[in-house]
Every structure is written in C-alpha cells, then in structure tokens.
C-alpha cells in the first residue's frame, strides 16, 4: 500500500520560496503518476501541478505557471513542488497524490483519478 507524506511548508513573506517534498513509503513510486492541490480556507482543493510517470511531462495550473516547478527522483522515492515567487493566494494546505498509470505522456492538472493521498502540509504566505 503506497503511503505519502508531505513536509517542507510554513510561514514565508510574500516573493519568498518553499519546497515542498513528498515522500513515499510502502512501494516504489516509479508507476505512480503525481500531483500536487492545494486547499484555502472556505475554497474547494484545486489542482496545482502535476508530473507523469514516464518522461517525466509535467503541467501547471494557470495561477502558478512561471513561479512552481515540480520534479521526481524515482531513486529518492520523493516527489517535490518548488514554489518560487510566493504570493498571499497561495497560502492553504498543500496535498500530493498518486495514481497508478504505466506509459502516459501526459498529466492533466486537478485530475480526479488520483486514489492515493497525504496528509497535507500547510504553507501560509503573510508579511
């Protein structure tokens, strides 16, 4: 049973940077396809970013093209979202997920076929 959990948020000004990790335990994340939401207070959890299993093809909402990178190391078993360029919007709770997906080449953001998550990790962006 895959196991994800997520660390690396907190409190930053605005234009700061965090990383976020997401750590796997249980089974390799190598078949795994990943994505990163986020939740603010009183707002649905959106879709932030997400990352394939094969090639690594990766994709961005809107809000947050430009600023946020996400990345994998298979080897590591972790998944990262780098936030750069932070804004008072993007404070919530941050959440990866995973789905099993051998092959695809690409990742649509917000994707309801995630079936794995973690626990979330706040990060709260405030001067």
């Known amino acids: 049973q895959l196991q994800l959990v997520e660390s690396g948020g907190g409190l930053v000004q605005p234009g700061g940077s965090l990383r976020l990790s997401c750590a796997a335990s249980?089974?390799?994340?190598?078949?795994?396809?990943i994505g990163w939401f986020r939740q603010a207070p009183g707002k649905e959890r959106e879709g932030v970013s997400c990352?394939?299993?094969?090639?690594?093809?990766?994709n961005f909402a809107d809000s947050v093209k430009g600023r946020f990178t996400i990345s994998r190391d298979n080897a590591k078993n972790t998944a990262y979202l780098q936030m750069n360029s932070l804004k008072p919007e993007d404070t919530g709770v941050y959440y990866c997920?995973?789905?099993?997906?051998?092959?695809?080449?690409?990742?649509?953001?917000?994707?309801?076929?995630?079936?794995?998550w973690g626990q979330g990790t706040q990060v709260t962006v405030s001067s």
């Open positions: 997920a995973a789905f099993r997906y051998v092959g695809r080449s690409w990742c649509r953001v917000g994707s309801q076929e995630y079936n794995y």
């Open positions: 249980g089974v390799s994340l190598e078949a795994y396809n």
């Open positions: 990352i394939t299993q094969s090639h690594g093809v990766t």
